[in-house]
């Protein structure tokens, strides 16, 4: 199956307690995309300003990513500048400047019509169903949000979700949504919005993957590492592992246990992402890495 991952394509500024690098590629779209590439073929939508590097679209591009349906406008790319404190979890934005994304209006090339899998990248809800109205040969469709959508636009956010197969959101967001601390009647209450199934990212400790009978539940931690460099786009990273993997199985309607296993595939590229600035680890990274990464996870979360 092939996939198009639609949302933001960025440019980042990134302060750690450590480093701080400026004119990074950033964006949903982008780090989601570059996740979900190593497992099929990928399709990206988005728009840039006249001011995004070339080499960010030959990064995608060396990664196999068509990047038809980046749009290039004559405004500013959109912006995001970040520093992250000492725990590497909390952290503080600085600039966030919308630019293109104001008045874009997602287009999807017709190269793309027969696209199978829809990834919704965060970004506007409105937005999301635009590109999924678009897609009319899709047979599964993946979403993730955030508060601000939430917050603005939650009629529309509900909307998608009567129209999606698996919401991804994480636990802040969740509780937001749904207004309850309790994550687990949160992920019902949002199974009840429609979504077939709906994870919860819970950051360092991995996420929550929910399903329609008593009995689906599965939790599984994040992999463990010993140094954390960067970890802007992981949850995108996540998301974009689990859309490849259920893309590569060929199968339009992925079972319960068909959705453990992206979990844990989408857990070992997050982690990959964090290693490094940007999307630079990945970039570097090949399918053998990533096997051995995955044969570590399973066997240190077996009992």
């Known amino acids: 199956m092939k996939v198009i991952v639609a949302g933001t394509v960025a440019i980042d500024d990134v302060k750690t307690p450590k480093v701080e690098r400026t004119g990074l590629m950033g964006g949903s779209a982008s780090y989601a995309a570059m996740a979900c590439s190593f497992f099929a073929t990928t399709r990206i939508v988005g728009i840039i300003g006249k001011d995004f590097p070339k080499e960010h679209i030959t990064t995608l591009e060396n990664n196999g990513i068509c990047t038809e349906g980046i749009e290039r406008s004559e405004g500013d790319s959109f912006y995001w500048s ?3 404190h000492e725990n590497m979890d909390d952290r503080t934005t600085h600039d966030v ?47 993730d949000t955030m508060d601000i959508w939430i917050n603005n636009e939650r009629d529309e956010l509900i909307e998608l979700l009567r129209k999606i197969d698996l919401l991804v959101i994480n636990e802040s967001e969740a509780q ?31 996420s929550m993957l929910f399903g329609k009978n008593e009995n689906e539940f599965f939790r599984l931690g994040a992999y463990p590492l010993e140094e954390v460099e960067d970890p802007t786009g992981a949850g995108d990273c996540f998301v974009g592992g689990i859309a490849g993997f259920i893309a590569s199985q060929n199968q339009g309607s992925p079972n319960f246990n068909d959705l453990k296993a992206a979990v844990a595939r989408g857990t070992v590229m997050a982690s990959f992402d964090c290693e490094s600035f940007s999307v630079e680890g990945l970039s570097s990274l090949d399918s053998e890495q990533i096997s051995e990464r995955l044969n570590q996870l399973l066997s240190y979360t077996q009992i």
């Open 82 to 84: 970040g520093e992250y």
């Open 97 to 143: 400047a919308i630019n293109v994304l104001e008045a874009y209006e997602p287009k999807i090339p017709e190269s793309y019509f027969d696209t199978e899998l829809v990834l919704l990248a965060n970004m506007s809800p409105r937005n999301q169903i635009d590109v999924l109205d678009q897609c009319s040969n899709a047979k599964y469709s993946i979403a």
């Open 176 to 206: 937001l949504f749904m207004e309850t601390r309790n994550l687990v009647r949160a992920g019902k209450k949002l199974m009840g919005l429609g979504p077939k199934n709906v994870i919860i990212k819970t950051g360092e400790h991995g």
